[in-house]
């Protein structure tokens, strides 16, 4: 028996393969209620505290959109500028008072370490919405679950990460939950965005098959999934080396085509420019269901640390 009640969602790394098939089954339970009910009353009475000090369009909708098919409701400001950040507040104190205001809080703040720090200021459960470069946990899970929707089963994939391993936390904590399953990985970066060399060690030493490369069309031949990604311009210290990196990678409609026909194509969104629009008709392009899956995995998350699903 898997007990979420109370849990904070903070590190990709916190799941135990028993948990991520629970937090799936949930979610594909949300799905199919949806589908029937469009929204239902488990968590009426209800409060999220929506927390978003930087830009955020699907984690936050899909965040609000969830609590509210789940019949809560929800209060949060989406920009520092609008929350008493902007007067000089502390994080912890702004936390300590919302967390008398609400049930469950999700958050996204641009420093590393933001949600841990959240997480002992506050009662309540925190959901980490992405903390700085750090990680972004329940992407991850969404991620994990889109998976397993378009291909049927996780095990057995390979599943190429492409763009900027370095900075992006939806890969850095997408790879602790795929390292749970039988998948080979492929990190598809230019040598500037490489995963953080600390993280490949780790996965190689708990066994997880992961292979290095420079070249995407080399990897997108050995792969079932691309996960891409945006090069994560708001991270670079020196405005001239994202000018260099950018627009390292582009998938074009006529790469998957020649290449590998039956790959699934995933990306968090937003795009700049790594996938061409012409990928989007492809019957394997998923990040639009993916970003719908947003909302079934927020909802499972919301309901099991609030004990209110099991
Ligand atoms: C990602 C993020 O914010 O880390 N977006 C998301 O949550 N769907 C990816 C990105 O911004 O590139």
Redesign the pocket.
């Given at each position: 028996m898997v007990d979420f009640k109370g849990m904070d969602i903070l590190h990709g790394a916190q799941f135990t393969r028993e948990e991520l098939e629970h937090i799936m089954k949930v979610a594909a339970d949300m799905r199919q209620r949806v589908e029937k009910e469009r929204s239902l009353d488990v968590m009426k009475g209800y409060v999220l505290g929506a927390l978003f000090f930087?830009p955020?369009?699907?984690?936050r909708l899909s965040f609000e959109a969830a609590m509210h098919r789940l019949g809560g409701s929800v209060v949060g400001f989406a920009s520092a500028g609008t929350s008493s950040s902007a007067k000089g507040e502390s994080l912890a104190d702004t936390i300590r008072n919302v967390d008398r205001y609400v049930d469950v809080i999700a958050m996204?703040h641009p420093q590393i370490g933001s949600a841990q720090e959240a997480a002992e200021a506050a009662e309540a459960p925190v959901l980490n919405?992405?903390d700085g470069a750090g990680q972004?946990p329940t992407?991850a899970l969404l991620d994990l679950f889109t998976v397993q929707s378009e291909r049927g089963q996780v095990d057995g994939n390979t599943i190429a990460l492409c763009g900027?391993l370095k900075y992006?936390?939806?890969v850095h904590a997408g790879v602790e939950v795929y390292k749970h399953y039988d998948c080979k990985l492929i990190f598809v970066a230019p040598d500037a965005l490489r995963m953080p060399p600390e993280i490949t060690a780790r996965l190689r030493e708990q066994g997880v098959t992961v292979e290095e490369m420079t070249d995407l069309e080399a990897a997108l031949a050995e792969s079932n999934v691309l996960y891409m990604?945006?090069i994560?311009k708001e991270r670079f210290e020196d405005p001239a080396e994202y000018e260099r990196l950018k627009g390292s990678y582009v998938l074009t409609r006529a790469m998957v085509e020649r290449i590998n026909p039956d790959l699934t194509v995933m990306h968090?969104?937003?795009r700049v420019d790594e996938i061409a629009t012409d990928v989007d008709a492809l019957p394997g392009a998923a990040y639009f269901r993916q970003?719908e899956n947003?909302v079934y995995t927020r909802m499972a998350l919301i309901g099991l640390v609030t004990g209110e699903l099991s």
């Open positions: 930087e955020s369009t699907r984690t996204r919405g992405g972004h992407q900027d992006g936390r939806t990604t945006r994560q968090p969104l937003p970003a947003g």
